[in-house]
T-cell receptor
Framework: LAKTTQPISMDSYEGQEVNITCSHN???????ITWYQQFPSQGPRFIIQ???TKVTNEVASLFIPADRKSSTLSLPRVSLSDTAVYYCLVGLNTGGFKTIFGAGTRLFVKA | AAGVIQSPRHLIKEKRETATLKCYPI?????VYWYQQGPGQDPQFLISFYEKMQSDKGSIPDRFSAQQFSDYHSELNMSSLELGDSALYFC?????????????FGPGTRLTVL
């Protein structure tokens, strides 16, 4: 299983761009990188998924360097409602269906 | 769009009682996952099912069991409940794509053991 490492917490202000980097040094060749957002007492919510280079959707961008040993979730112009925990998960290529949530990043957006 | 449904949303039990949590995955999804999340903790994987067969087990106590039925809904059965079992229990479903699993989570069941 690819272990992931993220910052424990981050602070930001409304309107700023926030970049959260995740390290996954032992990512496997076929693994994808997926980011989830979780609000208190709610289930994690899919944000974005990518394999290499850059992926962008309506809420975020995901940057993955060529070696794929890390990835950066970019949230443009955050608002107070983006205060949440963000998890980086690396897809498994072991033939099983087991998911390990590492310690996520607690983002706090201030006015 | 249909989402993952969990029932009940809240459950209060006494120590040593049993509890059954239900999960209805998104239609046509072939994989179901169960997670436990204690207060202030990250989700902990319990067990998963692929095409109604148990696939992987995580940190699931022996007092817990789960199964997936022919209609793809899943149930998590918890016996001899302990105070430490108080947590949010999430179910997620996905359509398997090798290495690119995207899980859709339900709203969770909050279990309180008194």
């Amino acid at each position: 299983l690819a272990k992931t490492t993220q910052p424990i917490s981050m602070d930001s202000y409304e309107g700023q761009e926030v970049n959260i980097t995740c390290s996954h040094n032992n990512i496997a060749t076929n693994d994808y990188i997926t980011w989830y957002q979780q609000f208190p007492s709610q289930g994690p919510r899919f944000i974005i998924q990518g394999y290499k280079t850059k992926v962008t959707n309506e809420v975020a961008s995901l940057f993955i360097p060529a070696d794929r040993k890390s990835s950066t979730l970019s949230l443009p112009r955050v608002s107070l409602s983006d205060t949440a925990v963000y998890y980086c998960l690396v897809g498994l290529n072991t033939g099983g269906f087991k998911t390990i949530f590492g310690a996520g990043t607690r983002l706090f957006v201030k006015a | 769009a249909a989402g993952v449904i969990q029932s009940p949303r809240h459950l209060i039990k006494e120590k040593r009682e049993t509890a059954t949590l239900k999960c209805y995955p998104i239609p046509r999804h072939d994989t179901v996952y169960w997670y436990q999340q204690g207060p202030g903790q990250d989700p902990q994987f319990l067990i998963s099912f692929y095409e109604k067969m148990q696939s992987d087990k995580g940190s699931i106590p022996d007092r817990f069991s789960a199964q997936q039925f022919s209609d793809y809904h899943s149930e998590l059965n918890m016996s001899s409940l302990e105070l430490g079992d108080s947590a949010l229990y999430f179910c997620a479903s996905s359509l398997q794509r090798r290495g690119a699993d995207t899980q859709y989570f339900g709203p969770g069941t909050r279990l309180t053991v008194l």
